[in-house]
């Protein structure tokens, strides 16, 4: 099958620079007008030691990170083993390891129809007598790829300048001698067939998952953030630390995540709106707080990045096996809503969303990212500030607050056609109310009978049933309508999902894909709309015990559900496109030739 992109590959140890080899690779890419995706992967001591990078430049937007590898660095094999299931090579990579590396043939982690086509780079060697230190020698990799990729010299060159400037002209004259070297050393083998034509185009925006998300909440009107460092969300927060002040924000790093929900929820409280983030154990115990907001009604967005559990797991590896935490984890019926980001663009987007909904129907807003999406790093246009809608929460009016009887107070919780009350800031004249955990009455005064609790958990809930219907673009809806095969996915499992039906159609086999973005209230009528009719319906997920699957099965008609074929599995490894193909490519063209 044909294609249109080149997938590269690094891996090595703690100071090797591998991570800044990717960075420049993506960064030249997108310079150049190329889209692109880098995947950062690191041993699961979070900072220091082994680490990869993979990624994929391509001349049309790239949705997922592809399969096998057209170049393969390892700067030893003992780090690459590490990440040989992220770093596949195929049949025709070229693949080029340091000659210091000394490990016996029999050890080397490749299959045994490539050990005989390595190619042995003096990487180090290189990097000190051209560039002047053992530390270039990234640098030198840099050059093997750019002339194995026929990639531009000059961008790489103009990135090293950029890179090492403030370090003076012979830091950098070293840097672009160590590039020159690795540039001669792929001119001595085969290259890659040209795939991708490098052009004059509009540069690309080059950033993370979790920058859009910090960046998407700061368009929202965040101005508040509370949080303590976990990975894989810190990003969010050192983002937000340095933006949120220079917009009049605040960014808070309380002593743990109770404190930090709990400084949130006040925040939001005083009409600010507010975030705040973890991951997996973290929002476990944020969830309690979570209640209060929902008790409360107040506007709150909640973040979970999440990785490889339970407890500590693989804190730099994704999963999407916090599903069912997030929609159900709480006591007592706490309506809330919960959405997802499917990829890097998605986070900004989704953001904006979130901020809007939680705002609207004053409610907190957990939203579900994962590792693969927060610690990758997209080529992308840039965004289109010019069209984000911005809702505020409905604050009572002046003529609402004259009208308040003194003698009973404000109605914080008056009931509504729509169940959304007005609220008011701390400090408006009339405006005071009792807010607590408690339930209450319209005015927020505690009660304790099953009358007004019934009534107050029926407005709680009320008002987000329209929230699928007012937030119908957080379905997405792609492929063959007339399929009689469909694929349920959600979160990051869209970009694979994408693209294994974009390739299974390429090759007479339609399916329809679904991807629901909103995912409480679960838009159940228009996925059901979609499903109707189709013969089989793969459910894709990177979930061992198969939570989305589970969760369909809790809303579907019965004979859709009978339809349902699961395929899950463990995370640490991101879904593939051929994985994914395997998986339902042989039921399509089952149906396909009946």
Partial sequence: MSRDDLIVGIAGAGGDGVVSVGELLIQVGAHEGLFGMLVKSFGPQIRGGESSVRVRLASRRVLSQGDDLDVLIAFNWADYGRFRSELAPGPATLIYVDELDKTPPEQIPLPESLKGAVIRVPFEKLAVEKGGSALAKNIVAVGVLAGALSLPRDGFARAIEKKFGRKGEQVVAANIAALDAGVAVAAEHPRVASRVTVREGEARMVISGNEAFAFGSLVAGCRFFAGYPITPQSEVMEWLGKELPKFGGTMMQPEDELASISMAIGASTAGVKALTASSGPGISLKLEAMGLASMAELPLVVLNVQRVGPSTGIPTKTEQADLLQGLYGTHGDAPRVVVSTTDVQDCFEVAVDAFNIAERYQTPVLVLSDQAIGHRTDAIPPFDLGTVKVVDRRIATEAELAAVDPHHGFKRYAETDSGVSPMTIPGQARGNYLMSG??????????????????????RARKLE?????????????????????????????????????????????????????????????????????????????????????????????????????????????????????????????????
């Fill in 466 to 594: 329209v929230v699928p219907r007012d937030y119908e673009h957080l379905t997405l809806v792609a492929g063959d309508p007339k399929a009689e095969v469909a694929l349920l996915a959600w979160g990051a499992a869209k970009g694979a999902a994408l693209e294994a039906v974009e390739q299974l159609a390429a090759a007479g086999f339609p399916v329809r894909v679904v991807i629901p973005r909103l995912l409480m209230p679960f838009p159940l009528e228009r996925v059901e709309r979609e499903l109707e009719g189709r013969k089989v319906i793969h459910v894709v997920e990177l979930s061992f015990s198969g939570q989305f699957h589970t969760y369909l099965r809790s809303l579907l008609r019965p004979e859709l559900i009978a339809r349902l074929v699961r395929h899950s599995r463990a995370g640490a490894a991101p879904l593939g496109v051929n994985e994914i193909c395997r998986w339902i490519g042989p039921a399509a063209q089952s149906i396909a030739a009946d």
């Fill in 438 to 459: 408690l339930e209450h009455d319209e005015r927020g005064w505690p009660v304790s009978g099953s009358a007004v609790h019934q009534q107050m958990s029926e407005k």
